[in-house]
Nanobody, 122 residues
Framework: QVQLVESGGGLVQTGGSLKLSCVAS????????MAWFRRSPGRARELVAS????????DYAESVKGRFTITRDTNKNTVYLQMSSLLPEDTTVYYC???????????????WGQGTQVTVST
Protein backbone atom coordinates (compact mmCIF):
# COMPACT_ATOMS: atom_id res chain seq x y z
CA GLN A 1 0.00 0.00 0.00
CA VAL A 2 1.28 3.42 -0.95
CA GLN A 3 1.78 5.86 1.89
CA LEU A 4 2.64 9.51 1.44
CA VAL A 5 3.44 11.88 4.27
CA GLU A 6 3.72 15.57 3.47
CA SER A 7 5.17 18.17 5.79
CA GLY A 8 6.71 21.61 5.86
CA GLY A 9 3.69 23.81 5.30
CA GLY A 10 2.89 26.82 7.40
CA LEU A 11 2.02 30.50 7.49
CA VAL A 12 4.29 32.96 5.72
CA GLN A 13 4.06 36.50 4.47
CA THR A 14 3.92 37.40 0.81
CA GLY A 15 7.38 37.02 -0.65
CA GLY A 16 8.40 34.41 1.88
CA SER A 17 9.66 30.88 1.39
CA LEU A 18 8.79 27.38 2.49
CA LYS A 19 10.21 23.94 1.74
CA LEU A 20 7.79 21.07 1.59
CA SER A 21 8.82 17.44 2.03
CA CYS A 22 7.06 14.23 1.14
CA VAL A 23 8.16 10.78 2.23
CA ALA A 24 6.81 7.97 0.09
CA SER A 25 6.61 4.29 0.96
CA UNK A 26 4.99 1.23 -0.49
CA UNK A 27 5.53 2.17 -4.11
CA UNK A 28 8.31 2.18 -6.65
CA UNK A 29 9.80 5.50 -5.69
CA UNK A 30 13.19 4.97 -7.29
CA UNK A 31 11.75 4.19 -10.71
CA UNK A 32 8.70 6.44 -10.88
CA UNK A 33 8.20 10.12 -11.50
CA MET A 34 6.80 12.17 -8.65
CA ALA A 35 4.77 15.34 -8.51
CA TRP A 36 3.36 17.97 -6.24
CA PHE A 37 -0.29 18.88 -6.59
CA ARG A 38 -2.46 21.43 -4.86
CA ARG A 39 -6.16 21.69 -4.38
CA SER A 40 -8.39 24.35 -2.90
CA PRO A 41 -11.94 23.63 -1.69
CA GLY A 42 -14.37 23.65 -4.60
CA ARG A 43 -11.61 23.69 -7.18
CA ALA A 44 -10.02 21.03 -9.30
CA ARG A 45 -6.69 19.53 -8.35
CA GLU A 46 -3.79 21.35 -9.98
CA LEU A 47 -0.44 19.92 -10.99
CA VAL A 48 2.23 22.16 -9.53
CA ALA A 49 5.47 20.43 -10.48
CA SER A 50 6.76 17.05 -11.59
CA UNK A 51 10.14 15.35 -11.55
CA UNK A 52 11.34 12.30 -13.44
CA UNK A 53 12.45 9.13 -11.71
CA UNK A 54 16.12 10.13 -11.96
CA UNK A 55 15.57 13.80 -11.21
CA UNK A 56 16.84 14.92 -14.59
CA UNK A 57 13.59 16.27 -15.96
CA UNK A 58 11.36 18.72 -14.15
CA ASP A 59 8.27 20.60 -15.21
CA TYR A 60 6.24 23.33 -13.60
CA ALA A 61 2.87 24.98 -13.86
CA GLU A 62 3.15 28.39 -15.46
CA SER A 63 1.93 30.01 -12.27
CA VAL A 64 4.92 28.77 -10.27
CA LYS A 65 7.74 28.77 -12.82
CA GLY A 66 10.78 30.60 -11.55
CA ARG A 67 9.48 30.52 -7.97
CA PHE A 68 9.21 26.81 -7.08
CA THR A 69 11.81 24.05 -7.42
CA ILE A 70 11.11 20.33 -7.18
CA THR A 71 13.86 17.90 -6.21
CA ARG A 72 14.07 14.33 -4.96
CA ASP A 73 16.34 12.17 -2.83
CA THR A 74 16.01 8.53 -3.78
CA ASN A 75 18.03 7.40 -0.79
CA LYS A 76 15.42 8.93 1.47
CA ASN A 77 12.35 8.18 -0.67
CA THR A 78 11.62 11.88 -0.38
CA VAL A 79 10.51 14.56 -2.80
CA TYR A 80 10.82 18.24 -1.99
CA LEU A 81 9.22 21.46 -3.15
CA GLN A 82 11.17 24.61 -2.46
CA MET A 83 8.76 27.52 -2.70
CA SER A 84 10.00 31.10 -2.91
CA SER A 85 8.41 34.48 -3.61
CA LEU A 86 5.16 33.09 -2.30
CA LEU A 87 1.92 34.84 -3.21
CA PRO A 88 -1.48 34.81 -1.51
CA GLU A 89 -2.83 32.78 -4.43
CA ASP A 90 -0.44 29.97 -3.48
CA THR A 91 -2.51 29.43 -0.35
CA THR A 92 -3.99 25.95 -0.31
CA VAL A 93 -3.21 22.34 0.63
CA TYR A 94 -0.29 20.70 -1.15
CA TYR A 95 -0.04 16.98 -1.86
CA CYS A 96 2.59 14.78 -3.42
CA UNK A 97 2.09 11.57 -5.32
CA UNK A 98 3.46 9.39 -8.04
CA UNK A 99 3.20 10.98 -11.47
CA UNK A 100 2.19 9.46 -14.76
CA UNK A 101 2.03 11.42 -18.00
CA UNK A 102 -1.15 9.56 -18.91
CA UNK A 103 -2.86 10.99 -15.83
CA UNK A 104 -1.42 14.41 -15.15
CA UNK A 105 -3.95 15.32 -12.47
CA UNK A 106 -3.68 12.06 -10.58
CA UNK A 107 -7.33 11.23 -11.10
CA UNK A 108 -6.67 7.50 -11.13
CA UNK A 109 -4.55 7.50 -7.98
CA UNK A 110 -6.34 6.13 -4.95
CA UNK A 111 -3.78 6.69 -2.23
CA TRP A 112 -3.18 10.25 -1.06
CA GLY A 113 -1.59 11.70 2.02
CA GLN A 114 -3.16 14.29 4.27
CA GLY A 115 -1.34 17.09 2.52
CA THR A 116 0.28 20.10 4.09
CA GLN A 117 -1.38 23.50 4.38
CA VAL A 118 0.39 26.53 2.99
CA THR A 119 -0.99 29.92 3.90
CA VAL A 120 0.45 33.12 2.49
CA SER A 121 -0.67 36.31 4.15
CA THR A 122 -0.81 39.72 2.52
Amino acid sequence: QVQLVESGGGLVQTGGSLKLSCVASGGRFSTTSMAWFRRSPGRARELVASISWNGHITDYAESVKGRFTITRDTNKNTVYLQMSSLLPEDTTVYYCNYYYTSDTLGSSLNDWGQGTQVTVST
